[in-house]
């Protein structure tokens, strides 16, 4: 069956460091993967999307990659803040009418 | 552009009963997809409905159903709850149903089945 997993419950870093999460999945051959954040008692917002045919999204201090043969997305925050402190989920599609699934994603806490 | 609104923001309800949850798209958007949140489970997918028409549905029993109107207002409802109905239900709203269209959430539902 399809798995979503992402790396740990947790993860501490020191302000200023580059977080890195990483998001593997198997039995799936998605078309995009999604990164969203999600703040307690807040539903998930979205941060970035990469398509399958892209190795590389940047958004101001997130970087995504994509690697299709290894099955795995790693997302990157660098400059870390505090405020960066939240759950981020990985999310990924087939395209078309196909159902979004997510990971049961990574709690990031950045420490000052 | 106002967001997805959810309606109730809490619920207290005993087994057996039902609940009917009510979500608000935003304006123009005319998909609308339900989820289950457990901190054990994650974001479960529940269903999709695009012009009042489900077009996918998950691994949930006939229990959970959902249904949306000519305005792309969705409603889910929950028979005869149980204890492990217990979660954050949360409505996500998108333009189309192209991978180019990301979720918006709302807040979430809480329920708590006693």
């Known amino acids: 069956s399809q798995k979503i997993e992402q790396n740990s419950e947790a993860l501490n870093i020191q302000e200023g460091k580059t977080a890195t999460l990483t998001c593997n999945y198997t039995n799936y051959s998605p078309a995009y993967l999604q990164w969203y954040r999600q703040d307690p008692g807040r539903g998930p917002v979205f941060l970035l999307l990469i398509r399958e045919n892209e190795k590389e999204k940047r958004k101001e201090r997130l970087k995504v990659t994509f690697d299709t043969t290894l099955k795995q997305s790693l997302f990157h925050i660098t400059a870390s803040q505090p405020a960066d402190s939240a759950t981020y989920l990985c999310a990924l599609g087939s395209g078309g009418y196909q159902k979004v699934t997510f990971g049961t994603g990574t709690k990031l806490q950045v420490i000052p | 552009k106002a967001g997805v609104t959810q309606t109730p923001r809490y619920l207290i309800k005993t087994r057996g009963q039902q609940v009917t949850l009510s979500c608000s798209p935003i304006s123009g958007h005319r998909s609308v997809s339900w989820y289950q949140q457990t901190p054990g489970q994650g974001l479960q997918f529940l269903f999709e409905y695009f012009s009042e028409t489900q077009r996918n549905k998950g691994n949930f029993p006939g229990r959970f159903s959902g249904r949306q109107f000519s305005n792309s207002r969705s409603e889910m409802n929950v028979s005869t709850l149980e204890l492990g109905d217990s979660a954050l239900y949360l409505c996500?709203?998108?333009?189309?149903?192209?991978?180019?269209?990301?979720?918006?959430f709302g807040n979430g539902t809480r329920l708590t089945v006693t």
């Open positions: 996500a709203s998108r333009q189309g149903q192209s991978y180019n269209s990301p979720l918006h």
